[in-house]
Each structure stands twice: as C-alpha cells, then as structure tokens.
C-alpha cells in the first residue's frame, strides 16, 4: 500500500470501519480522524493510511502504552534530542515522546514524518522534531517498508497495511 497518494477509501467509509471495530475510544473518531484525514491529504499521504498507523500507534486512541492522550502525538514520535535526560527521554519513557498543541499539530507532525520517509521534502513550517533525523536516502514508497524502521519490528510495515486494508 503506497504512502504517497490520494486516500484510498472515503472518509465515510474509514469511519464506519472503525465505528463497527470493539475497543476504540471514542477520542479516536470525535478528535483524532479529522485532523488525521486533513493533514493527510495535505501532504498527499494516503489517508487511510496514515489513520491507520495512528489506530496501530495510539491503541485506536486509548493510549495504552508510554505515550499519553495530552501529548497529542498520534504516530509516537520522540522527541529531538533522545538522551538529552539520561533516564527520562531515553528509550521508551513517556517523556521521550513529543508533545504538541493540539491533535492538528500532532496529526501535521505525522504526516510531516511520513513524508521524510519517503524522501519528499516538506515545505514551510517543519513541526515535526525528528523530521531532519530521518535518513532522506530511504525513499520508502509502501506503508509495508515501514517495518524496522519506524518500528523496531519487522512486521510493523506488514500489520500497518492489513489495518489499512481493514479500513479500506
């Protein structure tokens, strides 16, 4: 499933997908989707896409893991300077994770981040901390390349996709 492109499936239809799933909270489609759906398409990331990797990403905004709700990171990106405090941005702690204004800077962040993945540069106002840590030599085009490198796992790309697909 291609990263760079135009949604899809319609917002309607990622929608009542999620509705129909168990376990979403109700933040994921109330606050999240649309500022997700619209930085998206503004980067010219596929939506469903990107919707999806925020579901895998936020536990389809329950937040489970390290990540919180108020930091309106939707893709658990870190921070800039990893290490920076010894013991509390490092590795997988809360605070090694970004913070942002809003789910529309967080969602902006995401896509601004995609893009590095890709290769496509990004104009204006980069919100995005990691955007210039992004090796711009990997050009990744699918969602499915993801795998080891925006996640440690292998199979991140492969789980990405498939929840995209269910999406769809």
Known sequence: MRIIGPPSAS???????INARVNVH?????EMVNPLWNAATRYGIDAVGMIAQSAKETGFGNFGGNVRPEFFNTAGIK???QNLFPGI?????PLAHSMFANWDVGAEAHAQHLRAYTGWPVQGLV???????????LKL???????????????YGI???ALARALQ
């Open 141 to 155: 085009e699918n969602f499915e390349d993801l795998g080891g490198r925006w996640a440690p796992s292998l199979s």
């Open 127 to 137: 919100v995005d901390p990691r955007y210039v840590y992004v090796k711009t030599e």
């Open 89 to 93: 941005t490092d590795g997988d702690k």
């Open 159 to 161: 789980e990405l996709a």
């Open 26 to 30: 109700p933040r994921f489609v109330a």
């Open 79 to 81: 921070i800039r300077y």
């Open 11 to 17: 917002l309607a239809t990622v929608i009542g997908r």
